[in-house]
């Protein structure tokens, strides 16, 4: 009999009291890699669609323990695309707003 998805992951996560902890393959960055459907996914992720829901390739997790190596849901917090381009939104503003005072800086000059 195959083991089941949930079974394969969990015996690569020694869970601790507080962040669950991958203990198979990582990558460059430190998270931990999971070979499922055939591919190569973020064991991170893979947990979260496991217990809570799945993801989008939109959504990215967030480590809200900062511990790349952590697999467990209640320290992942999904961040949308929309949350990041209001970000960029944000740095875009800020970057018109400098030029005007720029702008501003030069009619100080040249009046
Ligand atoms: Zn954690």
Redesign the pocket.
Known sequence: MRASLSERFFSKVNKTD???VWVSCFDRKGYGRFWKDGRNAHAHRVAYELLVAPLTREQHLD???R?TS?V?PA?LEPVSLMENVAREDHLLGKRCREKLTRQQLEQEIWT
Do not use: R, S
């Open positions: 507080e962040c669950w480590h809200l323990c511990n952590c467990n320290h």
